[in-house]
T-cell receptor
Framework: DTGVSQNPRHKITKRGQNVTFRCDPISEHNRLYWYRQTLGQGPEFLTYFQNEAQLEKSRLLSDRFSAERPKGSFSTLEIQRTEQGDSAMYLC??????????????FGPGTRLTVT | AQSVTQPDIHITVSEGASLELRCNYS??????LFWYVQSPGQGLQLLLK??????LVQGIKGFEAEFKRSQSSFNLRKPSVHWSDAAEYFC???????????????FGRGTQLTVWP
């Protein structure tokens, strides 16, 4: 069990550029979550997938943000036309849901985005 | 709506002293409660969780937390703090959704713990 991994760990980009982050969940986990954490705040939910289906999106997820999980394994989060307000730590988590029982979420190390 | 309040932004304790971090939640149904710890450059690590049953739950690294429904609280405690416990601590509550026991997490803003030698 290698845990949740995220790449890249750090990304610096200029305003207006597009960026894409990748998350690889724990291998048997069928749920995958994205959160955003700004300085001095707790993580805030963005979206989650069960297998390849995106089941919920937060109002925080503007139309510049898109997330995919094409084969129900890894996921990507893309931000188009980045703004300085997008600077944050983007966290990925995964969990195993069996029938009605969903288990606790395990988090990756995050991708820190800085928009200059 | 679900929410979590951590009233202490920053706490400083001496090594060997006891610790209590406060957490209050707002949730209409039976809450699923968690404490996570985040060290610099690290992801969130689960310390402990409360789903049901015994209201005093034990976690990793010598931490425990007590669920008090009447006070809507889930405070984290440790009898003797070590310098390596210095980190940021987050309390979270999970919603139930789509017929599932656990859904998205709602986090508090965190409590930064500093440990003096």
């Amino acid at each position: 069990d290698t845990g949740v991994s995220q790449n890249p760990r750090h990304k610096i980009t200029k305003r207006g550029q597009n960026v894409t982050f990748r998350c690889d969940p724990i291998s048997e986990h069928n749920r995958l979550y994205w959160y955003r954490q700004t300085l001095g705040q707790g993580p805030e939910f963005l979206t989650y997938f069960q297998n390849e289906a995106q089941l919920e999106k937060s109002r925080l997820l503007s139309d510049r943000f898109s997330a995919e999980r094409p084969k129900g394994s890894f996921s990507t989060l893309e931000i188009q036309r980045t703004e300085q307000g997008d600077s944050a730590m983007y966290l990925c988590a995964s969990s195993l849901k069996i029938y009605r029982d969903n288990n606790e979420q395990y988090f990756g190390p995050g991708t820190r985005l800085t928009v200059t | 709506a679900q929410s979590v309040t951590q009233p202490d932004i920053h706490i400083t304790v001496s090594e060997g002293a006891s610790l209590e971090l406060r957490c209050n939640y707002s949730y209409g149904a039976t809450p699923y409660l968690f404490w996570y710890v985040q060290s610099p450059g690290q992801g969130l690590q689960l310390l402990l969780k409360y789903f049901s049953g015994d209201t005093l739950v034990q976690g990793i690294k010598g931490f425990e937390a007590e669920f008090k429904r009447s006070q809507s609280s889930f405070n984290l405690r440790k009898p003797s703090v070590h310098w390596s416990d210095a980190a940021e601590y987050f309390c979270a509550v999970a919603s139930a959704d789509r017929g599932s026991t656990l859904g998205r997490l709602y986090f508090g803003r965190g409590t930064q713990l500093t440990v003096w030698p």
